[in-house]
């Protein structure tokens, strides 16, 4: 069974920096592509980032030259590093396991302008 706990979410205002990560279990993470969404008040989720197994990374055009993802293997670990955060990044954040449907309980990043 696949878990995915987020943490590392707050109020931050426009122009800061939060960095989140995801603890994943239940799988093998260093075989799986692991990815990031976000959904905002009112909207529907929305794919924010991706890394594969091997490191490739592939970005939302929203998100592109602000937000890094990255992954350590040795602590089963998805990052999102962000920065210059506009009000407009605002909503619970998401990790996933690219080919699996499950989701964890998402954290939550308020940036205010």
């Known amino acids: 069974q696949v878990q995915l706990v987020e943490s590392g979410g707050g109020l931050v205002h426009a122009g800061g920096s939060l960095r989140l990560s995801c603890v994943a279990s239940?799988?093998?993470?260093?075989?799986?592509?692991m990815g990031w969404y976000r959904q905002a008040p009112g909207k529907q989720r929305e794919f924010v980032a991706q890394?594969?197994?091997?490191?490739?990374?592939t970005y939302a055009d929203a998100v592109k030259g602000r937000f890094t993802i990255s992954r350590d293997n040795a602590k089963n670990t998805v990052y999102l590093q962000m920065v210059s955060l506009k009000s407009e990044d605002t909503g619970v954040y998401y990790c996933k396991v690219i080919t699996n449907n499950s989701w964890g309980q998402g954290t939550q990043v308020t940036v205010s302008s």
């Open positions: 239940g799988i093998i993470f260093r075989l799986r592509a």
């Open positions: 890394i594969t197994a091997a490191g490739s990374v």
